[in-house]
């Protein structure tokens, strides 16, 4: 990149892999931003986490949804295939490490408010970023098709965040905070 700015958004609109061009305010826009945003709230959990097995489970996560961010800048040609192979892959990683998490936390007995650690109090911020991430992505593919595994590999990562939440609480010794139900 020879310059940070090229004055080719200035008239509200964003160049697609491949070359075309579209609103800013559109929805394929809306669903890149959002996951663009879950990855910046990623890197602020990376910076602040002290546990390595939080941290480099993070940063593979923030790699794969820079994939996940490229697959929904690229328009899918008609007629082409409705998934992606690496996120076959990926999501198979994700359910791994959801596995990982829940064998290590004790049993989830009650809803759980978010909070207790900061570390924790932000992978929950990343789980809510996530579902409006899922939820744009879902809204985009009712007017544009998208890869299919791309919904499912948020819904899979809104889980890991929060399994990775409770064994933050549990890694520095702050139990989850449970909810009173309807007080």
């Given amino acids: 990149m020879a310059k940070l700015y090229t004055k080719t958004g200035d008239d509200g609109t964003t160049g697609l892999v491949g070359g075309s061009r579209v609103s800013k305010g559109c929805d394929r826009i809306a669903a890149m931003g959002a996951v663009d945003e879950l990855n910046c709230v990623l890197g602020e959990v990376i910076a602040l986490a002290k546990h390595s097995e939080l941290s480099d489970q993070l940063e593979r996560l923030q790699h794969n949804l820079f994939d996940l961010g490229a697959a929904l800048a690229t328009e ?3 007629g082409g295939s409705n998934t992606t192979p690496s996120f076959d892959s990926h999501i198979a990683a ?4 959801i596995d990982r998490f829940i064998a290590q936390v004790p049993p989830l007995e009650r809803f759980i408010l978010p909070g207790g650690t900061e570390v924790a109090a932000r992978l929950h911020t990343a789980r809510a970023v996530c579902r409006r991430a899922e939820q744009r992505c879902v809204l985009l593919n009712e007017t544009e098709p998208i890869d299919n595994n791309i919904v499912v590999y948020l819904n899979r990562l809104s889980d890991l965040l929060f399994i990775m939440a409770r064994r ?10 449970p909810w009173n139900g309807l007080a």
Avoid: H, Y
Avoid at 94 to 97: C, D, I, K, P, S
């Fill in 168 to 177: 933050a609480n549990q890694l520095d010794g702050v139990e989850d905070i």
């Fill in 76 to 78: 899918r040609p008609s």
């Fill in 94 to 97: 994700l359910e791994q490490a």
